[in-house]
DNA sequence: GCCGTTTTCGGCCCGACTGTTTTCAGTCG
């Protein structure tokens, strides 16, 4: 579990004590909406400590800041304590199961005693065998059975999809939905339309005429495994691999409120509905209710417009700061994938032993594809030689056969080509050490168009002993950028720890590159990373690590991340000419 | 507990769905 995650957990299990034992209902929505800004963060929460920028955080105020930081500091939180002391610790694994709240869960963990976290659910499921869960006031047949199936079908410790994986299969249902005459259109929505990392569910928004047709039809959808709840306009299913989705119907005349209503974030839709309730407005699914009439939306463009604001991109409704750039007219102009002129990190087929992880596609193949997207260059960056036994010449002698054998396989490529010549650089990415020393000698960097330099070993260092490193890595003058800044991988690793402030500014001020890696498992720099970057005026280029021609698709996940942390054209190297480039890179 | 262009008090998004209810509570997103 990430350090967010468990964070947020925790901050959920003390808004269920103020939910259940004080009956505060505000307090707990402070921190249920605390617990949901912190879910939703692409950093983790104990750097943004480090860095003393946690009242930044939507939701966080001056006193959840304090007790984080005692939370960090110590590894617990003695307030928080003393409320779990008020309830018996059973109800914490119950609020995990669907349909099973706060008050559900104190309820049946109070009645039978449950007062271990690790055996909760298999007491309860003991409980049901019994067929005692009755015994409390208020269970009826139909609670019985609504938790006896949510158990049936729950899939414990399920961590959030990547991205990667959500989109086809949502694709799949699209296309399958599509197909109905009853159904004028469909979307993914919620998390999946914003382009999070990582997804929990995904949600469909359905445009249709004949709502209850297009649901029946919906449901009938053969990779579905259960149908949790029906209704006439919200189902909620179970996929075959265990992915559970919303669908949601909407009639034509207000698609555009159900899209903006339905992509969320949550936070973003309570602070917009909180504001602009003020000025008399009442926000839904369904439209905008000004003086009691209900006005319809066909596209989210008019529903903002509507409230005097620009239209805001899903990818940055996050509730950080952009609903007041929408109001005063100064949102970024995000940067588009059309937008992107070359790909700069890409490994090559040239095989040489002493290095690990080798491309497997020709430069002809990476340039046919190239081609296509129209990019006007492609730098290959290949891992430098590792093996401890070769001499520093027989190192050198590795990049020059290789510099050679790329250069010949571009001379026959521009002998086949006539019109448009996409132009070659020659790259390497480079290891950083321990020590923030480059991985290859004077006479090798020479060599080389630019270097990419990255982290691949030592991941554990200190934030301090990280930020002299990459620091000291980048001070070369060949080193022009900083290839997958944090080193992570999405649910597998967890970021280094740096001192971002403190590179950002380096790189603002000697003209480093940071790469926005979109490899679909990096996706590193992580958002809210970007966005800091770009308000220091650092500059990004977008690469896709591709190791195959066909992983140069990548290059729209790493623009959807770009987007998130607020990045426009002029912050991105690859949306430059190939003159602006060389300049930047000083060629 | 959070938050602020009617700020340091007094509010706190909105609706669907379900179940146990004759008007509402709990959960979810």
Redesign the pocket.
Known sequence: MTINTETAQLLKRVAAVFRVKEGDT??Y???IN?SVAIDNLSEPLVEVWKRGGLDSV????????AYLNEYFSTGKVKHFNSLFKKVPSGMFPLMTI????????YKIAKKFHLNEEKTAISDLKEILIKGELNKIK??????V??IQKALNIQSFGKTRLPLYEALPIASEFIDYLIKSKYILAAEPL?SLRRKLETVG?I?FGICSSTPKKAMDYALTYSKISSVI??????SHIKLINGLEA?LKISLPNSWGSMLQH?TGS?LH??HL??IT??KGL?????GI?KKEKLNHFTSETKFYQFLGMDYIPPEIRENGGEIELAQSHKLPRLIELTDIKGDLHIHSDYDFESSHDLGVSSLSEIFAVAEQKKYQYVGFTDHNPKFLGLTENQKNKIILDRKKYLEAQFHAYEKRVKHRVIKLLIGMEVDIRTDGTIALSEKSLSLLDYAIVSIHSSFGLTQEENTKRIIQALSHKKAKILGHPTGRTINSREPISANWAEIFDFCAKNKKIIEINAYPTRLDLPSDLIKQAVQKGVRFVINTDSHEDSQMENMKYGVWQARRGYAEKKDIVNTFSFENLRSVLEL
């Open positions: 505000f307090r929505k402070a921190y605390a939507p939701g966080i105020g001056e006193n959840l800041a669907r349909g099973i709240g706060p008050i559900t869960a208020s269970f009826k047949e139909k609670t059975q609504k919620g569910d949600d709840t029906k209704g006439g306009m919200v919303d339905y949550k839709n309570i509905r909180t309730k003020e009442s926000l839904s699914e369904y209710t």
